[in-house]
């Protein structure tokens, strides 16, 4: 078999040197990895809680892996803050079309016979993406809180008006899995982890 050179796995690496929140000061910075890890297991225990607890049957290895995937074209265009892409609608579209073209050089590193998979990962467009897309938002903004909230507890106050609009955005979703994560273990990022593993 003849050897394809390919750098798309070289680019996903890189996840770990794209910092997030970089318009505030920051106790400890959070590269997109560290957030992307965090969005992974959030979507997966959102979509496990719709299917324990609120009878749904969605595929919880799909949404996971659509998470993991989410933010990937930030590694070529960065972080931008929300502030700013939401500014004005003509930012907004504009780094749209930039994260479009982001994606398609990504998924142009790739063996032609493999970028159809990816292409469906990184746009996710497959069957039932439609529905797990808002599972993977959500836990994005849930994410986003937790930041939040460990910035918080390190006495650092620049987070504490992104923590009131992020909580009003997470609200908004009106999801029932989203409201029992957050009312069933949320709590536990207020805790050390002495607190975290005590047995009651």
Known sequence: MMKENSHFYA??????????????????????????????????????????????????????????????????????????????????????????????????????????????LLNMTGPEDKILKKYVKAADKISALIKCIEEEQSGNRDFVQAKEATLRRIKEFQMPEVDYFMESFLPGYYLTLDEQTRNE
């Open 11 to 120: 680019i996903l690496s890189r996840m770990k040197y794209i910092d997030r929140w970089n318009l505030m000061r920051n106790t400890r910075n959070e590269s997109l990895a560290d957030h992307t890890l965090d969005v992974i297991f959030i979507t997966h225990a959102l979509v496990v809680i719709a299917n324990t607890k609120f009878g749904a049957k969605l595929n919880e290895g799909r949404a996971a892996l659509l998470a993991a995937f989410h933010d990937a074209p930030e590694i070529i265009t960065g972080d931008l803050p929300t502030p700013v892409k939401y500014y004005d609608p003509k930012i907004k579209d504009a780094y749209d079309h930039v994260e479009e073209a982001a994606k398609a050089k990504m998924i142009s590193q790739l063996p032609a016979g493999m970028q159809p998979i990816y292409e469906e």
